[in-house]
Nanobody, 127 residues
Framework: EVQLVESGGGLVQAGGSLRLSCAAS????????IGWFRQAPGKEREGLSC????????YYADSVKGRFTISRDNAKNTVYLQMHSLKPEDTAVYYC????????????????????WGQGTQVTVSS
């Protein structure tokens, strides 16, 4: 069974940090691009950061560049999103997604469909 399971969300004060995890199973992790997305109530889904598991190349949206860092642990089939300097506007449900054919730019730009999509984890940043 293919799964992407996000964890690590929660409630944090503005200026704080969180690390999200996306644990993958059921597919060949190394072949995929995996990305982090978020969606706040009433807003469109936003691609935040994506990584090529095979070569480690990354992409960041301007809204998170310098504050968020994406990384992967191939031995654990897990992709992380380290978030610093969190703001109330970062409040959203955060999802990870994987695609076999997309580049990191294409995946984060949401130009193509996704092969797999997780269930999401809530991040709430209080002011």
């Amino acid at each position: 069974e293919v799964q992407l399971v996000e964890s690590g969300g929660g409630l944090v004060q503005a200026g704080g940090s969180l690390r999200l995890s996306c644990a993958a199973s059921g597919f060949t992790f190394d072949d995929y691009a995996i990305g982090w997305f978020r969606q706040a109530p009433g807003k469109e889904r936003e691609g935040l950061s994506c990584i090529s598991v095979s070569d480690g190349s990354t992409y960041y949206a301007d809204s998170v560049k310098g504050r968020f860092t994406i990384s992967r642990d191939n031995a654990k089939n897990t992709v992380y999103l380290q978030m610093h300097s969190l703001k109330p506007e970062d409040t959203a449900v955060y999802y990870c997604a994987a695609d076999l054919w997309a580049t990191v730019q294409e995946l984060c730009a949401m130009n193509l469909g996704y092969d797999y999509w997780g269930q999401g984890t809530q991040v709430t940043v209080s002011s």
